[in-house]
C-alpha cells in the first residue's frame, strides 16, 4: 500500500509542477507593469525598481521563475536577514555562511492592490467557499437520491419522465445563466414570500453586532451551486437503482415477503450507492472551482469572488494563488479517493 500512496503522491507532483509552469508563464506574458500595479501610477522611480528589485522582476524570466518555486517550495534557499525572516516566517534548516536552508509555508507573495499576502487574503475567503460547495453538495446528495429512488420505483411513469427532466435541465443550465434566474425569481421576484435577497455573503458586519452570520444568503447560492451535480446523482441513482433491483437477490426478498420500504432502503439501496459516492467526491472539488462565478453573482464573500474581482484589476498574484490552491485541492482529493478504492476494493491494483 505504501508504494502505492507514493507513486500517486508523485503523479500528483507532477500535475502541479505543471500547473505550477503553466500559471507562471500565463501571467507573465499578459500586459502591464506589476511594480506599477502595487505602487499606483504616481510612485516615484526609486520606489518602483524597489518592488522590481522585490518580486526579481529586475531579472531574466528563467531566474524569476526559479524565484517564484523557492517562493513557492516548502524547502527553500534564502538570504538569512531579518527582511526575509518577516516575509517568510521560516525555521532554518541548514545554514551556509549567510546562506540558509529553510522549511515554511509555500510564499504566494503580496497583492498588487490591497498589498496583503495572499495567503492571508486565502484564509479569510477559503472557508467561505468551502462551507457553500458542501452545503451544495449535501443539498445535492440528499434531493438526488431521493428523486433517483422515486424515479427508479416509478419507471415509465409521469414521476419518473420528470424527474428525467429536470436532470437534463439541471445538466444543461450553465451556472452563470441558472444563478441569475435563481437570484432574479427567489431573490426579487418572490423575494416578499421567501425572505431572501438576491445577493448577500455568509459573514457580515454590523457596527453595533459585530460580526454577524446570515445563513439565508447561503441559500440561493447553494441552490444554483448544487442544481448539476444534484441532475448528475438524479441519473446515476435512477440507473443504480435499476439495475439492483433486477437482481436476483432482490427478487427472492420479494418472494419471502419483505416489504417494500425494507427492499428499497435497506437492500437496494445499500448496494446502489457506490456510483454515486464515487461522483460526490469527485464533485466537491468542481464544486470550489465552480463557485467562481456563482459566488460573483450572489456577492458572496468567498475564494471564487476575491478572484474574479483580482482578475478585474490585473492583481495577478491573487489569481495566481487562487488558482494553484484550487489545483492542489483536486490533486489532494484525486489522491485519497484513489486511496481509497485501493483500500475497499480489492480489484484495484497497488501497482
Known amino acids: 500500500m505504501l508504494p502505492y500512496a507514493i507513486k500517486k503522491i508523485l503523479y500528483g507532483l507532477a ?37 522590481r528589485k522585490e518580486f526579481g522582476l529586475d531579472k531574466s524570466r528563467p531566474v524569476q ?25 521560516y525555521a532554518v534548516l541548514f545554514k551556509t555562511g549567510t546562506q540558509v536552508t529553510v522549511l515554511k509555508w509555500p510564499y504566494l507573495r503580496r497583492s498588487y492592490q490591497t498589498k496583503r499576502d495572499v495567503m492571508t487574503i486565502l484564509k479569510e ?26 424515479s427508479a420505483v416509478h ?27 435563481i437570484a432574479w425569481f427567489f431573490g426579487f421576484v418572490l423575494s416578499d414570500y421567501t425572505g431572501l435577497n438576491m445577493s448577500g455573503s455568509l459573514y457580515s458586519y454590523d457596527p453595533f453586532k459585530g460580526e454577524i452570520i446570515t445563513w ?22 435512477r440507473t443504480a437503482m435499476l439495475d439492483v433491483l433486477a437482481q436476483d437477490y432482490i427478487r427472492t426478498a420479494r418472494a419471502k415477503g419483505l416489504g417494500r420500504h425494507a427492499i428499497i432502503y435497506k437492500h437496494a439501496l445499500r448496494n ?15 464544486l470550489l472551482a465552480g463557485s467562481f462565478f ?16 483580482a482578475l478585474e484589476m490585473s492583481d495577478f498574484p491573487v489569481v495566481m494563488g487562487s488558482i494553484l490552491f484550487i489545483a492542489f485541492v483536486f490533486v ?7 486511496l481509497l478504492y485501493a483500500l475497499v476494493d480489492p480489484r484495484v491494483k497497488l501497482a
Open 15 to 51: 500535475v502541479m509542477a505543471g500547473v505550477v509552469v503553466v500559471v507562471f508563464v500565463l501571467f507573465n506574458v499578459l500586459p502591464g507593469d506589476p511594480a506599477r500595479m502595487t505602487m499606483g501610477q504616481r510612485s516615484d522611480v526609486q520606489s518602483l525598481e524597489a518592488v
Open 65 to 89: 521563475f526559479l524565484l517564484y518555486l523557492n517562493d513557492l517550495s516548502p524547502v527553500s534557499f534564502h538570504q538569512d536577514d531579518v527582511q526575509n525572516k518577516e516575509k517568510y516566517g
Open 125 to 150: 475567503t477559503v472557508p467561505n467557499t468551502f462551507i457553500l460547495a458542501f452545503a451544495s453538495m449535501v443539498f445535492a446528495a440528499i434531493i438526488g437520491v431521493f428523486l433517483g429512488i422515486v
Open 155 to 181: 419507471k415509465d411513469t409521469w414521476i419518473d419522465k420528470a424527474a428525467n427532466a429536470f436532470a437534463i435541465l439541471g445538466i444543461s443550465a450553465p451556472a452563470f445563466f441558472a444563478g441569475i434566474v
Open 216 to 237: 439565508k444568503n447561503l441559500v440561493l447560492p447553494t441552490l444554483t451551486l448544487g442544481l448539476r451535480p444534484l441532475a448528475i446523482i438524479v441519473q446515476l441513482t
Open 272 to 286: 446502489a450507492l457506490n456510483p454515486v459516492i464515487t461522483a460526490i467526491s469527485g464533485w466537491f472539488a468542481s
Open 294 to 309: 456563482v459566488e460573483y453573482i450572489f456577492g458572496y464573500n468567498g475564494l471564487g469572488r476575491t478572484t474574479v474581482t
Open 332 to 338: 489532494v482529493i484525486n489522491i485519497l479517493v484513489d
